[in-house]
């Protein structure tokens, strides 16, 4: 039911390949952060901002706030996590401070399905190695998620192992 609102994506890579760069392109306002540059020129205003910093579970929920008042909004409607490591920890620790968005968008690591449970131990300088040892379950998340009254609602494979959430 989200016509229009404000995304948010932790972890939008170059900028080419994320969840959330269609919205941008609809003229949705919102913001990435994430430490890889960004392919392509953009410039920081009140529809779109870019935080080049590392994300942890300690320093989230301040990339959100700052990237919110740069945007003049209150909350997001749409989050999208990509991290390749932390993100169920980030992801926890922001739910338990935010305004909950209406759609979340979390990879998880395909590698352990469903009923299996995994998750890497925080590391806040974890860094992928393109192995196995990444991320969290399927399962992780929907647990996770369960007790913010969030609901799986599909998985998507074909740009990756992508979970959407619905409120």
Same mark, same amino acid.
């Given at each position: 039911?989200?016509?229009?609102?404000?995304?948010?994506?932790?972890?939008?890579?170059? #900028?080419?390949?994320?969840?959330?760069?269609?919205?941008?392109?609809?003229? %949705? @306002?919102?913001? %990435?952060?994430?430490?890889?540059?960004?392919?392509? @020129?953009?410039? &920081? /205003?009140?529809?779109?901002?870019?935080?080049?910093? %590392?994300?942890?579970?300690?320093?989230?929920? &301040?990339?959100?706030?700052?990237?919110? @008042?740069?945007?003049?909004?209150?909350?997001?409607?749409?989050? /999208?996590?990509?991290?390749?490591?932390?993100?169920?920890?980030?992801? *926890?620790?922001?739910?338990?401070?935010?305004?909950?968005?209406?759609?979340?968008?979390? *990879?998880?690591?395909?590698?352990?399905?469903?009923?299996?449970?995994?998750?890497?131990?925080?590391?806040?300088?974890?860094? %992928?190695?393109?192995?196995?040892?990444?991320?969290? /379950?399927?399962?992780?998340?929907?647990?996770?998620?369960?007790?913010?009254?969030?609901?799986?609602?599909?998985? &998507? /494979?074909?740009? #990756?192992?992508?979970?959407?959430?619905?409120?």
């Amino acid at each position: 039911g989200i016509k229009k609102g404000v995304f948010a994506e932790f972890g939008p890579g170059d #900028g080419t390949e994320n969840n959330t760069i269609t919205l941008a392109a609809l003229k %949705w @306002k919102g913001f %990435w952060v994430g430490s890889e540059d960004i392919k392509f @020129k953009y410039n &920081n /205003s009140k529809n779109f901002h870019f935080s080049k910093g %590392w994300i942890t579970k300690e320093n989230a929920l &301040n990339f959100y706030n700052n990237a919110l @008042k740069n945007l003049d909004e209150k909350k997001a409607d749409v989050f /999208s996590l990509d991290l390749d490591g932390n993100d169920i920890y980030v992801l *926890e620790e922001l739910l338990k401070q935010i305004d909950h968005p209406s759609l979340i968008i979390a *990879e998880y690591n395909a590698k352990f399905p469903p009923p299996i449970r995994f998750k890497i131990k925080y590391d806040a300088q974890f860094v %992928w190695r393109g192995d196995d040892y990444f991320g969290a /379950s399927l399962s992780e998340f929907v647990d996770v998620l369960k007790k913010y009254s969030y609901t799986l609602v599909c998985c &998507n /494979s074909h740009t #990756g192992a992508n979970a959407f959430f619905i409120k």
